[in-house]
């Protein structure tokens, strides 16, 4: 089973998600990252998500769940990196992703998370 | 098909007065073709018909209707290419029967034959309007999707800050080609910021705003935030009379505006020199 | 045509990737594949977990007008869907959670086709044609 890896640079984790991921391996990601953020109090969740090229409704509750889950932490988070076919294909889904902020790059997320926008 | 052998006669007639016949019948087409067609080439291609044609008639093998029918569309989508109306290539077609007419027109025994032969033909000349309209139809298509293409520029107002003007119609084909290029543009020039324009959008109803609602979701997945400018008076008294509601996306009158409202967000400031 | 059975989560992986694949190699633009994989992740997850385990068949086709597409073929024996029409508006779920129903990956392709009834299983076939 791949764990997906979690760094903490300062008060932010990052997750970077690599294509194809097992639906295991995403709900594993769930449970690490409230881990983390219990024992981190890391007030930040950037989730780079460059490299996946499908988000079906399963992973798309599954990252809005991890918005929930972090804010419930008081942390914020940032889904950084999305295709533009993927984008392109979640707005006719119809799904939202509300709950959390997206950005187009790591860089831009930490200036969300950080304050400046 | 052939129940009284008549196909099978007429088949022997042409083959054994295949040059008199191919030769008449170039003529007639070259004619009808208002010299923009050279005796040679046209006999070379007429040839190639007649043989098809006869073997059709002799019913001697089971592909013969097929490569007929091959080569007639290629013949029509050639002449379409070349700018000739449907008419005149039905009629270079029809003129085959003018010019077995003229050789037996003499002999009455062989009115049955040229019967059949005449219905034949007419049935070719017909498929080669059908051939006609499928190739018009796809180089409209063509065009179309060109069109399309050249009309949907993005464009880069400042630091940061793009604009998609939008002019014609906002159909769903479009709005798809609109979503990936804005999208791509954001990727491309890092931007946070889009300004989509519709001043030059005829009319704007649910259908069109909902295209609107969808483009700009697209655009906030990848962390931009839009702005919908070229509101006309007009428009805003159909929207509001329809119970469009564009939410929490601001909209602006002018496209000046909205650039105007990107530039505060973004936090900058135009100050005189 | 390939037949893929559909009994766990990794055969859901795989149906991605084999639509994928066959999106590709038949001219779908990007953006059409990526719509194509999705709704048959959204049907292969359908299958598995409402389903109760079923096949998928993924074939090449062509149109009329000379086009190609990918059409995918999802069935299953499980409990059926009771109302078919209501399955396919906007928002509606079974099982909990939030989840999207089928219309949403209707909009994601060209050709939909859904066949079910109570205790019968359900079939549903989706068409992308490239452009």
Redesign the interface.
């Known amino acids: 089973m791949d764990r997906v890896p979690i760094l903490k640079i300062g008060p932010t984790l990052f997750v970077s998600i690599q294509i194809?991921l097992?639906?295991?391996s995403v709900i594993l990601l769930q449970e690490d990252l409230a881990d983390e953020l219990a024992a981190t109090g890391a007030r930040g969740v950037i989730i780079d998500i460059t490299a996946v090229?499908?988000?079906?409704?399963?992973i798309g509750?599954m990252l809005t769940m991890i918005g929930s889950i972090s804010r419930l932490f008081d942390a914020e988070t940032v889904i950084?990196g999305?295709?533009?076919?993927?984008?392109?294909?979640?707005?006719?889904?119809?799904?939202?992703?509300g709950g959390v902020?997206?950005?187009?790059?790591a860089e831009?997320?930490l200036e969300i998370l950080n304050g400046k926008? | 098909m052939d129940v009284d052998g008549t196909r099978g006669r007429m088949a022997d007639y042409l083959r054994d007065h295949q040059d008199k016949v191919v030769g008449r019948w170039s003529e007639l087409v070259v004619a009808g073709g208002r010299g923009r067609t050279s005796v040679e080439e046209v006999r070379r291609e007429l040839g190639g018909l007649f043989t098809l044609i006869v073997r059709v008639l002799s019913e001697a093998d089971e592909h013969a209707d097929g490569e007929l029918q091959a080569a007639l569309d290629e013949l029509s989508r050639g002449r379409a290419r070349d700018g000739f109306t449907p008419s005149e290539t039905a009629l270079g077609v029809f003129s085959l029967k003018e010019a077995v007419y003229e050789l037996v027109a003499d002999s009455a025994e062989m009115v049955p034959e040229f019967l059949a032969l005449s219905r034949m033909i007419d049935d070719l000349g017909l498929s080669t309007f059908e051939a006609y309209s499928a190739a018009r139809e796809q180089i409209i298509s063509d065009q179309v999707t060109t069109m399309m293409e050249l009309s949907t520029p993005v464009v880069r107002l400042w630091e940061g800050i793009i604009a998609v003007p939008l002019v014609g119609t906002l159909d769903s084909a479009r709005t798809q080609l609109v979503m990936e290029k804005l999208l791509d543009t954001l990727v491309a020039t890092g931007a946070d910021h889009a300004v989509i324009d519709i001043t030059g959008v005829a009319t704007v109803d649910t259908e069109v705003a909902q295209h609107l609602l969808k483009t700009v979701s697209a655009a906030r997945l990848l962390g931009a935030e839009c702005t919908i400018s070229g509101i006309r008076p007009q428009v805003a008294q159909t929207i509001v009379s329809l119970g469009i509601d564009f939410g929490d996306i601001a909209t602006k009158a002018t496209l000046a505006d909205a650039l105007a409202l990107a530039l505060r967000q973004a936090g900058l400031k135009v100050v005189q020199a | 045509m390939d037949e893929l059975p559909i009994k766990s989560g990794d055969d859901v992986v795989r149906v991605r990737q084999q639509v994928r694949t066959v999106a590709a190699k038949n001219g779908l633009s990007l953006v059409d594949q990526t719509k194509l994989v999705t709704a048959a992740s959204e049907l292969a997850r359908n299958t598995l977990v409402h389903g109760g385990g079923g096949v998928a068949r993924v074939e090449v086709v062509k149109s009329l007008n000379g086009r190609t597409g990918g059409k995918l073929h999802f069935t299953d024996e499980g409990p059926g869907i009771a109302d078919v029409d209501l399955a396919l508006t906007d928002g509606w779920t079974t099982g909990g959670g939030l989840g999207l129903g089928l219309s949403g990956t209707r909009r994601l392709v060209d050709e939909f086709e859904l066949n079910s009834k109570p205790g019968a299983g359900t079939s549903v076939v989706v068409v992308k044609w490239s452009r």
């Open positions: 194809d097992q639906d295991e090229e499908i988000v079906d409704s399963f509750r950084v999305m295709r533009p076919a993927v984008a392109i294909t979640l707005t006719e889904l119809g799904l939202s992703m902020r997206t950005a187009l790059n831009k997320g926008t």
